[in-house]
């Protein structure tokens, strides 16, 4: 297989067959495929986007690179999200310990910021002694115990997207939409969740500029989803304005802080209580939307959610 | 300046600044700028294209990364042509010998065959004991001696164009209007000529398909030459047919000399009459076409333009 053939096919428009496919990914990690036949290859593609089945068989490729989480020894409904992210997004830092604290398990796995915003694990460090979970065992039994730990991304899960990203951030590829949805779903699904929640943010302060991009971008990942069988859902959410009104690692985690304690910022209180109510309508924790939106306001109300020390002082 | 913005705003499909072009040329020469943003850039121009100023910068840019063939001790109109090939085009091998004939100065640089077709030197390279001139000196020498000489491509000419290639032809981008008449015509204008004749061909058996794209290839050369005030014209030829009866290096030499004796392949006689016509007009050697095609016509009946040793035996 010449590799300059499945380019000029890309190029000409042409859908890439699983084979043409599983070759790029593995002929890249294993260096037989040079770097500037691959940028070629995405520039190709963000002209001419794949479908969804190519992109399943992308991301499917990506995924089995390298090894996935086993986390079968937690009991429950494993639940994860993902948000495109954007200015003052510190979702992950309210939502996961309210839906923990609902009965789901959230075995997360973050990364670190790629931008001008932080990641969930820089925000995270902000607090003085904070120590993230180094090792698989420690995060499974404080799953089992707590339901929620988070760990960094691991470079032996799917390395073909960290060299794949690398790559397209300095070729001018970053903005395909199979490219990125395939990149998000591989790190999903190799991180072992049962279910998957995706928050979709379009506007000014977002990758995806419009809502129409967004829904785009949500629903190549929903179809990823359903090629691999795991309940994947979607919100699209507006990113013109920051989210809440704390920018900054430190004060993100105050804002996260106060939103458990009830003295949130309205639109992020309100963010959080949609994405938790599907990720328990997720889980099977909660029958409908109400239900599920009366729980986490009880979690909140009721003090269970509350951080063991004051991190707001 | 962050070559990976230009990749972007290219792939936008927004014009690239003299300075952006200098700097990739450059920068891809030097080695500052990888393989793999080149190739990506290439893609994008692939799906983009280039407007004409920015195609004769990117010669320009080209032309300047070498030495230029310095041909002011050669008296005369130093006339080149160039064609871009297909099965049987010997042209060269009677063109050249008639126009000569004539009185113009043909100090023409050729390459090797790229594809499945030889190149003019090896075809010349299959008369036994056939010498190509090998230096400056003995070329120019041999111009002001017999009014004809034929040199090799030297790596000092045009060095931004083998690297571009080379990265071109792997990474699927060979087929850009603005890339491939840059290259051929940065190519054509270190070599030094006064004029240059283009004989683009469009067909089954050419590279450009239509002659709608052909045309669109001969007018961004056109352009170029013009950028810089250098008289270059260009001819739209079918290519659906080999070029007169004989495929291959040996016969190829055989049917030209053959046409230099007036027993040539009608199709390839009037290509070699037309082509010659333009060239003895560019020359000033001919007012008309009329007279331009006579006199052609009058080299070859009267013997003039007849190789020394006989190779058609």
Known sequence: MR??????K???GKAL???????WIQGYCNGEIPDYQVSALCMAICFQGMNSQETAWLCEAMLYSGEQLDLSCIDGCICDK???GGVGDKTSLALAPMVAACGCKIAKMSGRGLGHTGGTLDKLESITSFRIVQNEQDFIRQVNEINLAIIGQSDRLVPADCLLYALRDVSGTVDSIPLIASSIMAKKLASGADTILLDVKYGEGAFMPTAEKAEELANAMIAIGRHFHKDTRAMITNMDQPLGMAIGNALEVKEAVATLQGRGPHDFTRLCIEAGSIMLMQAKQADNKQTAQAMLQEV???GKVQFTRDYTR
């Open 3 to 8: 590799f300059v053939e499945t380019i000029e």
């Open 10 to 12: 890309k190029k000409a």
């Open 17 to 23: 067959s699983k084979a043409e496919i599983n070759h």
């Open 82 to 84: 993902h948000s495109t």
């Open 300 to 302: 909140i109300a009721n």
